[in-house]
Each structure stands twice: as C-alpha cells, then as structure tokens.
C-alpha cells in the first residue's frame, strides 16, 4: 500500500517537471524569437501577441509580457497602443481587478474613438460592460450592451450581436428579470446555432443552467452543468472552467449535498488560485462559508469569511472608483467638447454655404432677369410684327369674302333665274304635247335645243359659283373634320354655305333640294355638334 503511494507521488511529481519542462522550452522558444527581432516596433506587437496567447494559460507570464511591451510604445502608431490597452484589460478582468480592467478598457476605447475604429469600440463597449456586471452595475452594464449591438448591426458581426446578447441575458439575471434573461439568452443561442459555433453555445447553456438555479430548478441546472463539464475542459479557458465548478458546487451547496459541493469548489478554487481570478476566489470563499456554518464547523467558516472579505477588499476600492469616474467623467467630457465643437463648425460651414448660395441666387436672379428683359422685349416686337402680318392678312381676306359674296348673290340670282326658266320650259313642253304635226315637231325640237344651251351656260354658272364657295371655304372643311369627326360629306357642305350667311331657301336652290329636306340637315347637325337650343347654327359655324 506504501509502495503505492509512493509510485503514485513519484508519478505526480514527474508529471509537474514534465509540464514545467514542457513551459520552460516554450517560455524559451519566445525569447529566442524575441532575440531574432531586431525592429523595436515588431518587438512590441510580438510582446502583445505572447501576452495575448498567455492570457488562457499563464496570467502571471502573460502580465510579465505585457509590462516588457510597454517599454517599446513610444515606437509603435496609436493603432497598436490601444491594442495594448485593451490586452491589459483583459488581463485585468481574468485575474479578477474589475475597476483596473474597467479603467484600461476606458484609455482603449478613446483611443479607438480617436481612430474611429467602429468594430474594436463595439469589442471595448462589450468589455466594459462585462466588468461593469461584476462591479454590480447592471444598468450602466446594459446601456453599454445596447451601444455595442449598434455598432454591430452596423458593421454586420453577428458575432459581436450574439457575445451582447449573452451578457445581456447575464446582467438581467442579476437584476432579477429571469423573462428578460431568457430571451436574450434564446437570441444568442439562435445566433451561434446559425454560425455552428460550439463553444459560444456551450456558453450560452452554461448561463441557461445558472438560471434554472435563479428559478430553484436545481436538478436542471446540475443535468446542463455537468453535460458541458467535459467540453468546457477541453475547449474553454480557464475562467469559464473556475466559473463551472463553482456554478455545480454552488447548485449542490443548494441541494444540501455539502460534501460534493465542497468538491466543486475546491477544483474552481485550484484554478482560480492558480489564474488569479480574485472575483471567483472571493465567490468560493463566501460559498465556502455558508457550507461551513450549515455544517455547524465555525472556525472554518470565519476563516472562509476572512478570505471572502480580503479578496473583496482587493477587488474594488474607493480610490479606484474614483479614479474609474474620472476617466468616465474625462471621456463624457471629451465627447460633449467635440460635440459642441462638432456644432459650432457645422454653424460656421451652414452661414457660408448660406452667403454663397444668396451671392449665387443674387447672380443668378440678375441673369434671369436680363435674359428675360431680352426675351420679352424680343416677343414684344415678334407679336407686333405678327399682329400687323395677321391684320393686313384680315383686311386682304375680308376684301376677298366681300368680292366673293357679291359674286355670290349674283350666281345665285343667276340659279334663281335658271330654276324658274326650268319651270317655264316645263310648261311650254307640255303644251307643245298638243301639236302633233310634223312640221311642228321639227320646230319644237330645234327650239327645244336652243332652250337647253341655255340652260348649260345656266349650269356653268352653277359651277362656277360651287367654286367661289369653295375658294371662301378654303380650310373650313378639314377644320369640321378634326373638330366634329360624325357629319357627313353633305352636312359639311350645308356647314359651308350656312358660314356664308344663306338662307335656307338660297341652300335648297343651290343644292337643287326642298326646303324640308334642308331643314332636316340643320337639325342632324345641330345634334351632332351638340349646340344649346338659344344659340343660333349660323353664329356658331362662323366663330369656329
């Protein structure tokens, strides 16, 4: 049993020198690369990135980093010192210093502000944030979240949405709003199942199984807890692993199983003694405690409550919260002073944009104005020279219509003539029936021929006078088209000679027609024109 024993610690020791072997090569492998590094800059980032690399493995090494880059910051741009900033407050916020990491994540933010570097001030909103929950400053926490989730909506990190949400959900937990809690929790975890990120699920369960412990179902909160243990072990860093052990240690000291709780804690505090998480190491002391004073073994828990107030001590002081404020207070400072700065160099840019733009308007105005004083004095004497062409052209055609009408009545008088001539021929044919002697007949018929040459120079006249017509109509028959489409060829040309001031009975003499028939074409095409009954078809033919 001994011997056992004894394999057993050489076995362990062996492993301790093999892990502090295996450290030291790669402790030694960076200060050779460091060696090799001529460039002070180069030196710097690569400082950066050990201390980063470090910061899940090796706090005390990765701080020692840290410190040795910022002997080289006087030679690298602002870009990289606001890195640096920002790796400090990681540092700060793993080992559990809430108000320095707070106070680092500030500096880096202002720094990125000043860069206007939207990702890494939603990045650094995030973190301060999250150490503004541990200081229990949840509401500040939110407003916080909020900003970052703008920016990332902005920018399109759905990434950087689903990290807000989960402490979103964290800090509404601790504010007793569980409904809030789980939905900001349920919008991570749709998040990251759409990205196929594992571990940030494994995240978001772990704080679904600290708020089932919220609602008493510890069972619940034990079954998630203890699910994830071995992914979190493998996957996760080493202040979610503290964090787990100490959430089932927590979950068990609930159940009454004390002992198994105790187990717990005592992994979470290995790991948090060994990272330097001093928040976790304050939370197990305190758990430890209340175990203690339930199992009626006080020393121990006085002693559990000395450490728990030590820790706390080291947390957060009245000198760092001060200090914290003033960096606040320096930055809402900065920010209005650029504001209004920002507001009073738009004022000054909007009065000069107004001056040009009256000069331009003022310019423009005189332009316009001559251009239209030209205009219109070039219209005035268009219009006039138009108007003289358009009189002369009246007084030209008005002589034309009254030597055309005067012709007019006369071929009409002629047609009259022509009609009643027709009726005496008439007459004198049906009396001429009466003589049926040859010789009779053969005088008859030479007179009758003699009386139809007359009656074709009569039909010439007839001619003549649908020409005149048609020469004061010139234009008026396309014009009836356009405007009234439906009347017919023979209504156009009733149009025609009612335009020319005829009486019904002079338009049956002309167009060899009764008089009711003609009075039958004034009706259709008072209809069609769709003329009122008090106005005459006479006045409203001549105006068109």
Not at 10 to 34: G, N, P, R, V
Not at 319 to 348: N, S, T
Not at 366 to 386: A, Q, V
Not at 493 to 515: F, G
Request: hydrophobic share 35%; proline share 0%.
């Amino acid at each position: 049993m001994k011997l056992r024993k004894t394999l057993l610690l050489l076995l362990l020791l062996y492993s301790l020198i093999l892990t502090s072997q295996t450290k030291d090569s790669i402790y030694i492998k960076i200060e050779k690369e460091l060696d090799i590094i001529s460039s002070n800059s180069l030196k710097f980032k690569h400082l950066i990135k050990t201390g980063d690399s470090l910061l899940e493995k090796d706090l005390y090494k990765s701080e020692k980093y840290f410190e040795r880059a910022k002997d080289f910051t006087e030679y690298v741009d602002e870009k990289n010192k606001a890195a640096m900033l920002k790796s400090l407050g990681s540092l700060f916020y793993r080992k559990g210093d809430y108000s320095e990491s707070l106070s680092y994540y500030l500096q880096s933010k202002i720094a990125y502000e000043k860069l206007k570097d939207t990702f890494n001030i939603g990045v650094l909103l995030l973190k301060e944030g999250m150490a503004y929950r541990y200081l229990n400053e949840n509401e500040r926490a939110i407003e916080n979240y909020r900003e970052s989730i703008k920016l990332a909506t902005k920018i399109n990190d759905s990434t950087l949405i689903g990290r807000c949400y989960i402490t979103m959900g964290g800090s509404y937990r601790r504010l007793k709003k569980l409904d809030s809690s789980f939905l900001y929790y349920n919008k991570a975890l749709t998040i990251f199942k759409k990205l196929k990120n594992d571990i940030k699920i494994s995240n978001v369960n772990n704080d679904l199984a600290i708020l089932y412990g919220h609602q008493k179902r510890y069972d619940k909160a034990l079954e998630v807890h203890l699910k994830n243990l071995n992914f979190i072990k493998k996957n996760h860093s080493k202040s979610n692993l503290a964090t787990t052990y100490f959430n089932i240690g927590f979950s068990f000291r609930v159940l009454k199983e004390y002992d198994k709780s105790l187990a717990y804690l005592d992994s979470s505090y290995q790991v948090a003694r060994k990272e330097g998480f001093k928040y976790r190491l304050s939370k197990i002391a305190e758990a430890k405690a209340k175990i203690f004073r339930k199992k009626k073994d006080y020393k121990k828990a006085y002693y559990q409550q000395v450490l728990f107030k030590k820790y706390s001590d080291s947390i957060f002081s009245l000198k760092k919260q001060k200090q914290i404020r003033g960096l606040q207070l320096k930055h809402e400072f900065d920010g209005e002073r650029k504001e209004l700065e920002l507001i009073a160099y738009q004022r000054g840019e909007k009065n000069k944009l107004y001056s040009i733009l009256l000069l331009v308007i003022v310019f423009m105005g005189l332009i316009i104005g001559f251009l239209f004083w030209k205009n219109h004095k070039s219209r005035n004497k268009i219009i006039t020279d138009e108007f003289e062409k358009e009189k002369l052209k009246k007084e030209i055609l008005a002589q034309k219509v009254k030597a055309s009408e005067f012709e007019l009545k006369q071929l009409i008088a002629d047609n009259s003539m022509r009609l009643e001539f027709i009726k005496q021929l008439s007459n004198q044919i049906k009396e001429d029936k009466n003589f049926n002697e040859s010789k009779s007949v053969k005088i008859y018929a030479n007179g009758l021929l003699l009386k139809l040459q007359n009656q074709i120079s009569t039909e010439s006249k007839l001619t003549l006078l649908r020409e005149k017509i048609s020469e004061v109509n010139q234009g008026f028959e396309e014009k009836l088209i356009t405007l009234f489409p439906k009347l017919t060829k023979t209504e156009r040309e009733v149009c025609s000679l009612l335009r020319l001031n005829l009486s019904i009975k002079e338009i049956a003499s002309i167009r060899n027609a009764t008089i009711d028939s003609v009075k039958a074409l004034r009706y259709r095409i008072r209809k069609k024109v769709q003329i009122s009954k008090n106005v005459e078809l006479e006045c409203f033919i001549q105006q068109l």
